[in-house]
C-alpha cells in the first residue's frame, strides 16, 4: 500500500514563493519517477514537473522551467515543489504522483499512484 500525502498549499500574494510538499509512505523503493501535476478550476489536470526518484533527473513542463523547481528528500521519503514568483494563474490544486512503470513522464495515466492534492491560491 501507498499512500501520498501533500501540504504546504495555502493562499499567497502574487511575487511570493511557496513550496509544496509530497510525504510517501508504503513501497516507495518500488518508484520510478515521482510527479506534480495541478488542476485549474474549469480546466484538465496538466503536467508540471517530475525526478526520476533514484536517478534525480527532474523533467518540467516548459511554462514550469525557470519558476519551479523538484527535488527529493530519499531519506524523508519526500518530493517538493519549490515555486517562486507565483503569479494568479498558478492557482491550482496540486497533486503529487507516483509510478513504478512510467514511460512517459508527462502523461498522468502513467502514473499508478496519487495524493489528494493540496490547493495553492495566488492573489492579485
Known amino acids: 500500500q501507498v499512500q501520498l500525502v501533500e501540504s504546504g498549499g495555502g493562499l499567497v500574494q502574487a511575487g511570493d514563493s511557496l513550496r509544496v510538499a509530497c510525504a510517501a509512505s508504503?513501497?516507495?523503493?518500488?518508484?520510478?519517477?515521482v510527479g506534480w501535476f495541478r488542476q485549474a478550476p474549469g480546466t484538465e489536470r496538466e503536467f508540471v514537473a517530475a525526478?526520476?526518484?533514484?536517478?534525480?533527473?527532474?523533467y518540467y513542463a516548459d511554462s514550469m522551467k525557470g519558476r519551479f523547481t523538484i527535488s527529493r528528500d530519499r531519506a524523508k521519503n519526500t518530493v517538493y515543489l519549490q515555486m517562486n514568483s507565483l503569479r494568479p494563474e498558478h492557482t491550482a490544486v496540486y497533486y503529487c504522483?507516483?509510478?513504478?512503470?512510467?514511460?512517459?513522464?508527462?502523461?498522468?495515466?502513467?502514473?499508478?499512484?496519487w495524493g489528494q492534492g493540496t490547493r495553492v491560491t495566488v492573489s492579485s
Open positions: 525526478i526520476r526518484w533514484s536517478g534525480g533527473d527532474t
Open positions: 504522483a507516483a509510478g513504478q512503470y512510467i514511460t512517459d513522464f508527462y502523461n498522468q495515466h502513467d502514473y499508478g499512484y
Open positions: 508504503g513501497r516507495t523503493f518500488n518508484w520510478y519517477a
